[in-house]
């Protein structure tokens, strides 16, 4: 099993920044990718960004491209997601996802074996 713990949501005006974290513990070595996924009241829970864990390709929704940075620190087992020139659009739960292979879409939240429990962030206009 692999545990994940995020942190670094908040309220933030537009066009501000803000950084999650997401530290993962257990059995870390089977990790495939990481990812970001986010989910507004009454919406459906999205995709955002992903990364592998061992060469640090990434992918990112459309929405995000260009505004969001994923990365990671294989030595502390945690993983980021940088948001920039953010809008009240972004405002969500952001959950982040572990999966242990590479089979299947990095988009559907079906191929992610674990999950944190949410951090929130509010964009104010």
């Known amino acids: 099993q692999v545990q994940l713990v995020e942190s670094g949501g908040g309220l933030v005006q537009a066009g501000g920044s803000l950084r999650l974290s997401c530290a993962a513990s257990?059995?870390?070595?089977?990790?495939?990718?990481m990812a970001w996924f986010r989910q507004a009241p009454g919406k459906e829970r999205e995709f955002v960004a992903a990364?592998?864990?061992?060469?640090?390709?990434?992918v990112y929704a459309g929405s995000v491209k260009g505004r969001f940075t994923i990365s990671r620190d294989n030595a502390k087992n945690t993983w980021f997601l940088q948001m920039n020139s953010l809008k009240p659009d972004d405002t969500a739960v952001y959950y982040c996802?572990?999966?242990?292979?590479?089979?299947?879409?990095?988009?559907?939240?079906?191929?992610?074996?674990?999950w944190g429990q949410g951090t929130q962030v509010t964009v104010s206009s």
């Open positions: 996802a572990a999966r242990r292979n590479s089979v299947g879409s990095y988009y559907l939240r079906g191929n992610y074996n674990y």
């Open positions: 257990g059995r870390t070595f089977s990790t495939y990718a």
């Open positions: 990364i592998t864990w061992s060469t640090g390709s990434t």
